[in-house]
Each structure stands twice: as structure tokens, then as C-alpha cells.
């Protein structure tokens, strides 16, 4: 962010949260039951519209699991950044003459 408009802590501590994520990937990553079918630990992804499904090692699957978790606690962390962004913008700046106020579903904020 510029200068024009200070940062609030609140999304200093979400930005702060940005740095302490580790790896990522995309998909799901889960443990069969034993006496299923295929490989006991799998990692699955959507690559071109279509489910890719990958076998895992144990280590694999315990490291990508946590990969997994850390990419939905990105996403939500982003998506928290993006509201609180434009809700601070659209009250801290000046904006355009409107016949009526925008309301929170417009902003995105509900």
C-alpha cells in the first residue's frame, strides 16, 4: 500500500500470517481405509478440468496434507486481506457523487 491511506493492525496481522504459511499445494490429499482399493495415501488436483490422482509414499502424504491445509489458510487469509482492503479504500478515500450509498453486498463485505 501507498502512503494515502495508513494500514490498520488488523490487516498488519493478517499480512504478518502471509509470511508464516509454508508450503502449498492445490487438491486433496487423503488416506484410504485399508482393504480399498488403489494406493493407500493419495493426493488428488484438477489439471485442465479433469481429477489427476496421484499415489503417495507416507512421508509424501504427511507433507502434502500440511501443504493442503496451508493453501485453504491461504486463500483465506487472502480473501480476509481483499475485503478489509476495500472496506478500509472505500472509507478512507474520497470517492464518486452516487444518487444512493453503495451497500455491502457491492463491496463485497457480507
Given amino acids: 500500500m501507498g502512503n494515502a491511506v495508513p ?3 488488523q490487516y498488519e496481522r493478517l499480512r504478518r500470517q502471509l509470511c508464516r504459511i509454508g508450503y502449498l499445494t492445490q487438491g ?7 482393504g480399498q482399493q488403489g494406493s493407500r495415501y493419495v493426493w488428488t488436483r484438477k489439471v485442465k478440468a479433469k481429477t489427476v490422482t496421484v499415489a503417495l509414499s507416507r512421508e509424501q502424504y ?3 496434507k500440511k501443504a493442503a491445509q496451508n493453501q485453504r489458510q491461504l486463500e483465506a487469509t487472502i480473501a480476509a486481506m481483499q475485503k478489509l482492503s476495500r472496506q478500509i479504500l ?3 478515500l474520497t470517492g464518486v457523487t452516487r444518487r ?3 451497500n455491502k453486498r457491492v463491496l463485497g463485505l457480507i
Fill in 28 to 34: 486433496s490429499v487423503f488416506e484410504r481405509k485399508p
Fill in 62 to 64: 504427511e507433507e502434502l
Fill in 7 to 9: 494500514v490498520p493492525p
Fill in 100 to 102: 444512493k450509498p453503495l
Fill in 90 to 92: 472505500f472509507q478512507k
